[in-house]
């Protein structure tokens, strides 16, 4: 488990938070930072920030399984980047036992559709026939080739950590991503034991927390999980979108590939 101070600040439920987010017009920012740097933050923010808890925890272990057709279409189309794109996932919350199907195209007029759907948890590595005729669906209407949905496959699965934070004001949240993992089918993979992405969520101007991290030296970055882990993995890949990175947290010589779950904890 990560050791990021999270026990001074008080709880907001599931229920509270969910709320609140839908009456956010947001602005997302990330950022990748340093684990003692992402400790030092939750010690500057206001008394009146709450985290999420459930069943008296305050982080929780995800799993992301990502899909792709051999040729690598979805990543393609994050690193080009194209107007047309998909991103198709399981997303399973290991610490209760549920799975979902998320799948978000972007057409060609820009507008983004994402659908959410319950899975079955034993299933979350492969797709199903319905999960299939679903992404056929969604990419017919972007302008790919529907049949092309029978090509995909898991690529790639991130495991990491994260706890969510609500403003004292309830008008912004932030996520703090730790323990981060990435793996691929045939067993090769690597995790980064240092590093925390904060992704901060807000009605437009910059949280509390983006001012802090500004603060403190750090920048919004361009990051996805799938695309800047799969090109950290295969340097044949396009990645100028995310070449900071890689020559940074995501470079070879500041990985480590293992198969334990590594640590975060403050600097």
Known sequence: MSALPLNGFGAVSLDELVMDAALLTRVDRKYVVPCGSAARLLEELDAGTRVLEIDGARDFAYESVYFDTPDLLSFRMAAQPRRRRF????????DVGSAYLELKTRGARGTTVKERSEYDLHLRRILTDDARDNAATAFDAIGVEGSRADELAATLTTRYRRATLLAADGAGRATIDTDLRWDQPDGSGFALTDIAIVET??????????????????????????????????????????????????????RTTRTEEPPCAPA
């Open 87 to 94: 991103k198709l996932r399981t997303r399973t919350y290991l």
């Open 201 to 254: 969520k807000s009605p437009g101007a910059a949280s509390r927390i983006d001012r802090l991290l500004w603060r403190a030296g750090h920048r919004p970055s361009t990051v996805s999980k799938y695309a800047t882990g799969l090109a950290a993995l295969h340097a044949e890949l396009p990645h100028n979108r995310w070449a900071r990175l890689l020559r940074g947290p995501f470079a070879p010589s500041d």
